[in-house]
């Protein structure tokens, strides 16, 4: 699957061709920062499986697909820890769960490391029925640590207070009680960090960000800016086309490769070197600045990008709303199988 815009434009012809040219060029997977495995040489690292997808530095599992009906998804938890080699103190429990037109069922899993949530390290499985068909996620390097924290929660407080200095916060002029910090895993340049994550709103100046601080040495070891709206500009350092500014969404304190205003939206995903849009997950990026090169992700601005404009090209010459003039949603699906070097249109 590829970019679904190219539907069945028969006006401008030399301009849609020029276009699909274009996007043959970038939308090629990478295998740079990658290694993939198939059939046995697969099956060596995870049993029953007939693609691995395995980090290059971290050496970590990215993506497996599976044979038929050789896992239930009811057993997935216990086999991801175990095939993901985390340690018996860790263990993987279900947060959320959806289903698709397709008939498959996406759930995903939070990590967990006695007890207390790895942040950011989640891993999702895909079934149909009871059989899961194929599994993918992020999951950092492990390093034992101590989860009973060195500091309390009031003195972690004021380090974060002293941090953001504001003059003023929500809870000063509101009859609300002040954050509580909840305790986090955090994955610090190849090591686990237990801190204590709080929510801090100021109003003056106004910010809002997840504060982390080490719960041992005091120290904010990370923030994450919480003050986002929906669609949003982003400025993206594509491949070919050099800076630009697209549209986004923000999420969850993140930012996605989505956006809501060009007719039922514009969404571009990463397939991880599948074929199938099952297996898809959003690029997401912290600051909105996209300028990520890690196994060619920047390829995905360009499709993005040029989703946007060529969206824009036919509804400011045409008045055309999307390619069946209805405002269908545009998807994008970059990285699809290994060493593919085309882009095509499937229908959906």
Not at 10 to 23: H, Q
Not at 37 to 53: G, L, M, P
Not at 119 to 127: A, G, I, L, Q, V
Not at 272 to 294: G, Q
Request: charged residues 20%; aromatic residues 14%; contains cysteine.
């Amino acid at each position: 699957m590829s970019v679904s815009i190219y539907n069945n434009l028969s006006f401008t012809f030399n301009i849609m061709k020029t276009t699909i040219i274009f996007l043959l060029v970038f939308l090629i997977p990478s295998m740079v920062f990658t290694q993939v495995f198939t059939n046995k040489s697969a099956e060596d690292i995870v049993k029953q499986s007939k693609t691995v997808r395995v980090d290059e530095k971290s050496k970590k599992i990215k993506f497996i697909k599976l044979k038929n009906n050789s896992l239930i998804e009811s057993d997935a938890k216990a086999w991801l820890v175990k095939t993901l080699h985390l340690s018996v103190n860790h263990e993987f429990r279900l947060v959320s769960q959806e289903s698709d037109k397709l008939g498959y069922v996406h759930n995903r899993y939070n990590l967990y490391y006695k007890n207390v949530l790895v942040e950011n390290d989640r891993y999702y499985t895909h079934s149909k029925g009871i059989w899961v068909t194929s599994a993918n996620g992020e999951i950092s390097i492990f390093s034992e640590i101590n989860v009973e924290p060195g500091i309390n929660q009031e003195l972690a407080f004021k380090n974060a207070l002293e941090y953001i200095k504001a003059d003023k916060y929500l809870w000063d002029e509101n009859n609300i009680s002040k954050p509580k910090g909840e305790l986090i895993i955090l994955p610090v340049n190849d090591k686990y960090v237990l801190t204590y994550k709080f929510d801090i709103y100021a109003i003056k100046p106004l910010s809002r960000n997840y504060v982390y601080v080490d719960a041992n040495s005091g120290k904010v070891v990370k923030t994450k800016n919480r003050i986002i709206s929906s669609d949003v500009l982003g400025t993206a350092v594509t491949k070919y086309c050099g800076t630009k500014q697209i549209t986004t969404d923000s999420y969850a304190g993140t930012y996605r490769l989505r956006e809501a205003g060009r007719g039922g939206g514009i969404e571009t995903y990463d397939l991880n070197n599948s074929t199938s849009s099952t297996s898809a997950v959003d690029f997401t990026d912290s600051d909105n600045y996209w300028n990520t090169t890690t196994n060619q992700d920047n390829a995905a601005y360009d499709a993005h990008y040029s989703a946007e404009m060529t969206y824009d090209y036919y509804f400011l010459k045409f008045g055309r709303n999307s390619y069946d003039n209805a405002g269908a949603k545009i998807f994008s699906y970059v990285h699809c199988d290994y060493s593919f070097v085309n882009a095509y249109w499937d229908g959906q």
